[in-house]
Structures are given as structure tokens and as C-alpha cells.
């Protein structure tokens, strides 16, 4: 969808403006320190399915302190195409608040990119997508696909912060009853976080959930409140209980 148009739907949807960017092209390195953890050995997973495809995976398993992550990438790709390294990966979720990192099981890189079209008829590559389940496994699992063209490493904790908000902040709104909070919000601040938001009010959120705790504990985190202070009050009452909440 043209930009123009993306901020003519949600303004449709929501009554608000748009600052494009903020999160994207702004957003300041994020305050939290990396995590500690261990790596054990790689073991081989061979001719396993991947998007339906076989393809050679090679699996470890990352130790967080108590938590565990089950981290799988392909021995190879298919032909032209690139992908994050294992030290790319693994460093963006030492990066990962630890509430947010504690509600992922999986972590999957594909050997293989994964291309949608879009309403208006165009290609558009899918980086990563968050699960609350795969194959009726109840395990949250990110996929991270493979490019036709290198990604900077420095967009991969944003972009885990954004899926991560896909998968937790559902269920966060519910439990601390704040939908009805979240919409006035929105109104009220009259502007969006990012032109990608437009997209729908499910990206919108997961944009405002990334702008949050990737400015939080920095000067820009004030800015972005002076900017968004509805968004960011609810988002903080939601994060909070986040925060206190069992893991799944
Ligand atoms: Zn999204």
C-alpha cells in the first residue's frame, strides 16, 4: 500500500496522524545490557521440513540462566540468497528484555525466503514472523527467513520486538483490561509511531510495543512520551504486567 494511503486507512480506522519513522529510521540503540548465556554443540537435525520443503537443519540449544531456547538454522541455503549469522541471532535475543526472551521457545532460521503479495498485486519479503505454535506444538517459536538481499543486524532486536509484541500483547491488553484504554488512547495522542502501523491496528500496536522498550531507559524514551503520553501510559500498564506475569 502507497504511504499515502496507509495513513488514509488507519486515519479511517483511528483518527489519527502520522510522523513516519520514528521507529524504523530513529529508534536509539537499545539501553538493555546483553544477556549471558551458553551455546552447546550443534547437533544435526538432517532432512527435516522447512515451509513444507526439506532442507538440512543443524539445532543447539541456548541457555539463558533457568530459560532455554531451542535455536535451529539450515546447514545450507537455496541458491542467492542470504541469512543472519548465528552470532547475529543469538546477540539480538541477549538483547531481548528478559520477560519478552522468557516467552519464545523456538528460534528458527530458514533456508528458504518467504515472498507475499500484498492487496495491490506486489511481492513483498517476509523477515520474521512470531507463533504461538507451530505444527500444534504449543511452543512460541520466531521464523527468521532467508533474503535475497543482506539485512543489517542492527534492525534484528527491533524487528524481535515488534513479533514478540504480535504474540504477547493479546493477551496482556485482556488480562490487565485495557483495550478500551489502548483505543482512547490512540485517539487521544492523534499520531502513529511508524508509516507501518497504517497497516492495521495490529501492526500498529506491535510498532508502539517496539518503540517502547526499544527507547526505554534511553533520553529518547521521554521524547517519544511527550510525543505519544497516552500510547505510552497504556503501553506501560501493559508491559508492566507483562513483566509480572508467569512465563508461559
Ligand atoms: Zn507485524
Redesign the pocket.
Known amino acids: 500500500m502507497p504511504a499515502q494511503s496507509q495513513q488514509q486507512f488507519l486515519s479511517k480506522l483511528l483518527g489519527t496522524d502520522f510522523r513516519p519513522g520514528f521507529v524504523r529510521e530513529y529508534a536509539p540503540p537499545l539501553s538493555t545490557a546483553p544477556a549471558r548465556f551458553t551455546c552447546a554443540p550443534m547437533t544435526s537435525e538432517p532432512w527435516q521440513q522447512f515451509q513444507g520443503r526439506p532442507a538440512d537443519i543443524q539445532r543447539t540449544t541456548l541457555r539463558f540462566g533457568k530459560h532455554d531456547i531451542l535455536y535451529r538454522e539450515p546447514v545450507t541455503l537455496e541458491p542467492g540468497v542470504v541469512q543472519h549469522s548465528r552470532e547475529q541471532v543469538t546477540q539480538a535475543l541477549a538483547q531481548l528484555p528478559r520477560f519478552l526472551r522468557e516467552a519464545v521457545s523456538i528460534v528458527a532460521l530458514s533456508p528458504f525466503t518467504n515472498v507475499r503479495t500484498t492487496p495491490d498485486g506486489k511481492s513483498m519479503p517476509v523477515y520474521m514472523?512470531?507463533f504461538p505454535g507451530i505444527a500444534g506444538v504449543n511452543e512460541p517459536t520466531i521464523v527468521i527467513y532467508a533474503q535475497s538481499e543482506p539485512r543489517e543486524a542492527r534492525g534484528l532486536t527491533l524487528t524481535l520486538l515488534?513479533?514478540m509484541?504480535?504474540l504477547v500483547l493479546g493477551r496482556a491488553l485482556t488480562e490487565a483490561n485495557l483495550h478500551s484504554k489502548w483505543d482512547a488512547a490512540v485517539k487521544s495522542d492523534g499520531m502513529g509511531p511508524s508509516q507501518?502501523a497504517g497497516?492495521?491496528a495490529?501492526?500498529y500496536l506491535?510498532?508502539v510495543f517496539a518503540l517502547y522498550l526499544s527507547s526505554r531507559g534511553t533520553p529518547s524514551f521521554q521524547e517519544y512520551r511527550r510525543l505519544f503520553p497516552r500510547q505510552f501510559e497504556v503501553m506501560g500498564a501493559a508491559v508492566k504486567h507483562l513483566e509480572h506475569a508467569r512465563p508461559v
Request: no cysteine; hydrophobic share 25%; charged share 30%.
Open positions: 514472523e512470531a515488534h513479533e509484541g504480535h507501518y497497516v492495521s495490529s501492526e506491535a510498532e
